[in-house]
């Protein structure tokens, strides 16, 4: 099922409504006429999804990505935005109204000194690679150095987007467009994406071009195609937008700048940031063929000696292939992966990311390729989960000193945090329950739960 497949619901689509607390109602109103009749859990996991705070293809809000994932009957799921924790409390909450286990966590993009000659999870780009921090469940308090970290992080995309939309109007003034006027409307948060961008380059197009005939002209020298064959591809916006990214944002588009050691922040100081927060620094893998990820171990070796604690895979990516070669080749970098992976004890996560249409909705974990890693893949989201309804609740998160010194074996500190998260889902009265015990009597009912 493809994210873009979900049948019309007017009700639903209030939930992605710019105004919170008009998502806010449209979901009490859902969750109490679907009641019982919400679909049986089943056992696929999604932990890696976008909402409109950084891009979804759909649009979805945090609460329209639980919605649809409780309706499809998914084990548990996460929330996952670029440079922003706006969504995180938002989507855990949809959880507890829905019944749905859930965790939230924020990506972005660094630069490793270690491996600055090489490519790593950034094509094109030696020394920047995406990296991801896990089980987030507040905002950081006002005034501390988290919080001043996460505004570092958003004021940094701010300035390489209005940066790079400098560059493109320079040489494209016909369809200049402004980046507070054009752009930032698009987002409820106001952190826009390579993708809102791209959006706004094809709507000012529109709007100064008019005819289909007219803007397929405009776009036709910029993709180096005929006329006719970019009026065929303006007709199909997700592909068009794709086109459109790649000559205008990604390497050799002609907005494009190859990023050094100061664009992006440093690997170190996000991990400890996340650390900060009380969250997992979590390494990203893309498919185990780039110059820093071709020995899973030394990468892995870095990054974990850099703070990391968990690792991220998208696994559409290393089996959904044609080229039988090819497919061959990412299944068993795949599992030499996971294998390193579980040897170290480190949970993995994964997900769809859901911000390019034509991605699945959800991994199918029962399917051949995917089969044998299907216990480490649950597994991973139950840790996920279990952290955040700790953390939450008990004040007792997974890299925390007490959860060290209570587990200094990881194998036992994943199991302990793999357990709470595999409890039923947790509803608003069991939660408003466990903040009236407080987090020392809380922990022990965890403890107690899972015995």
């Known amino acids: 099922m493809n994210a873009s497949h979900a049948p019309a619901n007017p009700l639903a689509d209030r939930l992605n409504n710019f105004n919170q607390a008009v998502r806010r109602e449209a979901l009490l109103e859902l969750a109490t006429a679907s009641g019982s009749a919400a679909p049986a859990t089943g056992s696929n996991v999604n932990m890696h999804a976008h909402s409109f705070f950084s891009f979804n293809a759909d649009g979805w809000s945090p609460s329209r990505v639980a919605w649809e994932m409780r309706q499809a009957g998914l084990y548990a ?186 664009t992006f922040p440093a690997v170190g100081d996000f991990t400890a940031w996340v650390r900060a927060c009380r969250a997992l620094p979590m390494i990203t893998w893309l498919d185990g063929t780039s110059g820093g990820e071709r020995d899973p171990r030394a990468l892995l070796d870095c990054l974990t000696g850099h703070g990391c604690v968990a690792i991220n895979i998208v696994p559409d990516r290393n089996w959904n292939l044609k080229n039988p070669e090819e497919r061959a080749l990412k299944i068993a970098n795949l599992r030499a992966l996971v294998g390193e992976s579980e040897r170290r ?65 990881l194998a036992r500190r994943n199991a302990f945090f793999a357990a709470v998260g595999a409890l039923p889902p947790m509803d608003a009265a069991q939660a408003r329950q466990l903040r009236d015990l407080g987090p020392a009597k809380a922990l022990a009912w965890f403890r107690a739960a899972v015995r």
């Open 77 to 262: 799921a996460g929330l996952c935005d670029f440079d922003v924790l706006d969504g995180v409390v938002e989507f855990l909450d949809a959880g507890l109204a829905l019944g749905l286990r859930t965790a939230a966590h924020i990506e972005t993009r660094v630069f490793l000194a270690d491996l600055q000659d090489v490519e790593i999870t950034s094509p094109g780009e030696p020394g920047v690679t995406y990296i991801m921090g896990a089980g987030f469940v507040a905002l950081p308090a006002g005034g501390t150095r988290a919080a001043a970290g996460l505004a570092g992080y958003r004021d940094r995309a701010r300035a390489r987007n209005v940066a790079l939309i400098a560059r493109i109007n320079a040489k494209l003034p016909d369809v200049a467009i402004d980046y507070a006027r054009d752009v930032q409307p698009l987002t409820p948060g106001g952190n826009a994406t390579e993708r809102h961008i791209i959006r706004a380059y094809a709507t000012r197009a529109r709007a100064a071009f008019g005819g289909e005939a007219a803007v397929a002209a405009c776009w036709a020298g910029v993709l180096g195609k005929p006329a006719a064959d970019v009026a065929e591809l303006v007709r199909d916006e997700p592909r068009f937008e794709e086109a459109l990214r790649a000559r205008l944002i990604k390497r050799g588009g002609i907005g494009y700048e190859q990023p050094s050691a100061s």
């Open 345 to 409: 004890h480190l949970p993995i996560n994964i997900g769809t990311e859901m911000n390019r249409q034509g991605l699945p909705f959800v991994d199918d974990l029962d399917g051949e390729a995917l089969r044998p890693h299907q216990d480490a893949f649950r597994r991973g989201a139950q840790i996920m989960v279990g952290h955040s309804l700790l953390l939450r609740y008990a004040d007792y998160g997974y890299v925390d000193a007490a959860a060290a010194a209570d587990f200094p074996d």
